[in-house]
């Protein structure tokens, strides 16, 4: 009876590939982290991985959501969610992964101001408009 159970460990040596996703706020739930590792946008160490593979500290991972891709290192684990300030603690981000992820966001920022929406619809003359005007395009 000299072994602590594994609940009062505070630093577990291993974790779930999933838990540990959640617990570094990477994903509202564990089932949302789940469904992504098995969709394949999570790789471990360059590999496609499922849930349940266990994480160690130092692991590279590679996390993709949407047009992000996410590349950073395992610094810590911890088996219970924990506040946001806290959970940056668990991962480093790569420099490259850093610098790429806000050139995107800068991008995306440009073109969304680029698409001219209008501030209303379109009403019959406008739609008539449209129409002469893709008739001659094709």
Not at 100 to 118: N, Y
Request: proline share 6%.
């Amino acid at each position: 009876m000299s072994s602590k159970p594994a609940a009062s460990q505070p630093h577990p040596e291993k974790q779930r590939l999933d838990k540990w996703l959640w617990a570094a706020r990477f994903f509202k739930t564990r089932s949302l982290a789940s469904e992504a590792v098995q969709g394949g946008k999570v790789h471990l160490n360059g590999h496609r991985v499922k849930p349940a593979t266990t994480v160690h500290i130092g692991d590279q991972l590679s996390i993709t959501r949407g047009q992000v891709e996410i590349e950073l290192s395992i610094l810590g684990l911890c088996k219970q969610r924990r506040p946001a300030n806290e959970a940056v603690l668990l991962y480093e981000e790569s420099a490259d992964s850093a610098e790429r992820r806000q050139q995107q966001a800068t991008e995306r920022r440009l073109l969304a101001g680029s698409d001219p929406s209008p501030n209303r619809r379109p009403n019959k003359k406008d739609r008539r408009h449209i129409i002469r005007f893709q008739r001659k395009q094709g």
